[in-house]
């Protein structure tokens, strides 16, 4: 069973970075063709996705948000990171940490693994 789990501060400042990481159980951010993403709810509004890790290495962003996020990972800890910079009171939301694969020819997107969400709101 793969257990995600987000941590970080629940409160930023305006202007400053926020940054969370999520550690990941029972199942390596390396295996093949899965995909670590970050997806965040504001509050009253919908799902947004941020962007993925894939387990390559490589990295994809919302183009929404693209010139303010930064995904790493360190694969020591079996950890991935979210940066998103400049923030505003905009990006208060729950933050959820989830394993995303495709599927099919048209490689849709499923999710089938969350973290429980963690709270952050920017505000000074």
């Known amino acids: 069973q793969v257990q995600l789990q987000e941590s970080g501060p629940g409160l930023v400042k305006p202007s400053q970075t926020l940054s969370l990481t999520c550690t990941v159980s029972g199942g390596s951010i390396t295996t093949n063709y899965y995909y670590w993403s970050w997806i965040r709810q504001p509050p009253g509004k919908g799902l947004e996705w941020i962007g993925y890790i894939a387990y390559s290495g490589s990295t994809y962003y919302s183009p929404s948000l693209k010139s303010r996020t930064s995904i790493s990972r360190d694969t020591s800890k079996n950890q991935f990171t979210l940066q998103l910079s400049s923030v505003t009171p905009e990006d208060t939301a729950v933050y959820y940490c989830?394993?995303?694969?495709?599927?099919?020819?048209?490689?849709?997107?499923?999710?089938?693994?969350w973290g429980q969400g963690t709270q952050v709101t920017v505000s000074s």
């Open positions: 989830a394993r995303e694969w495709l599927e099919g020819p048209v490689a849709t997107p499923r999710y089938d693994y």
